[in-house]
């Protein structure tokens, strides 16, 4: 079943303007990880924040994460058009596969 | 090393027919997972191979499908008797070990007519 739940589904921003995805989960959770995906084929790795961690950044990324009430957000600051993409999260249950969520649709208007 | 690569990228078949899709993890990932994606749609599990542990099958949709990991590396995963909605994207991943980031092949899309 499944667990990361991301909102909005689909985003639209100009380029320069910030984004801001959340994601939130039900169990849990060792860690919460982020992940891009371009054009429907593999992910990429963004970022891994641990269940002891509040926040957490690179680059241009920040992601937090608030175990009380089982959310992250993850935020794109000063974002490109090359930022465009499918963000998923994804929730590590601890020795069980990672649980994907089905992303949120990011578009980066130049 | 290199990354996770997938073969075939593309996969065309008819209904009825058996495929393989292959996937080499990177070097030393003790992990390997299958996923399924839709278009639009997020990432469904599949299976998922941990070191010389049984594997997680949970997550096949039926008994028409399969996927064994020889010798801790390559990975094969088949489906028989194809039907149109296995069409989609087939994934692999793998990891150090199974709380760890996942790293993707660049996915085999099959298309059954």
């Known amino acids: 079943s499944q667990q990361g739940e991301e909102d909005p589904q689909a985003l639209s921003i100009q380029e320069g303007e910030n984004a801001t995805m959340n994601c939130s989960y039900k169990?849990?959770?060792?860690?919460l990880q982020w992940y891009r995906q371009n054009s429907g084929r593999g992910l990429v790795h963004l970022i891994l924040?641990?269940?002891?961690?509040r926040e957490k950044h690179s680059g241009r990324l920040r992601v937090t994460l608030d175990t009380s009430k089982k959310s992250s957000s993850l935020l794109i600051t000063a974002s490109r058009a090359a930022d465009t993409a499918s963000y998923f999260c994804?929730?590590?249950?601890?020795?069980?596969?990672?649980?994907f969520g089905k992303g949120t649709r990011l578009s980066v208007i130049a | 090393g290199a990354g996770v690569s997938q073969s075939p990228s593309n996969k065309v078949t008819e209904k009825g027919k058996d495929v393989e899709l292959r996937c080499d993890p990177i070097?030393?990932?003790?992990?390997l997972y299958w996923y399924r994606q839709s278009l639009g749609q997020g990432l469904e599990f599949l299976i998922y191979?941990?070191?010389?542990?049984?594997?997680?099958k949970s997550g096949l949709p039926s008994d028409r499908f399969s996927a064994e990991r020889t010798g801790g590396s390559v990975s094969t995963l088949t489906i028989q008797r194809t039907q149109q909605e296995d069409s989609a994207v087939y994934l692999c991943?793998?990891?150090?070990?199974?709380?760890?980031?996942?790293?993707f092949g660049p996915g085999t899309r099959l298309l059954v007519l």
């Open positions: 991943a793998s990891s150090l070990r199974t709380s760890r980031a996942q790293y």
């Open positions: 169990t849990s959770i060792n860690n």
């Open positions: 924040i641990r269940s002891n961690e």
């Open positions: 994804a929730t590590d249950p601890g020795n069980t596969p990672l649980v």
């Open positions: 070097s030393g990932h003790t992990a």
């Open positions: 191979f941990q070191g010389n542990s049984a594997p997680d």
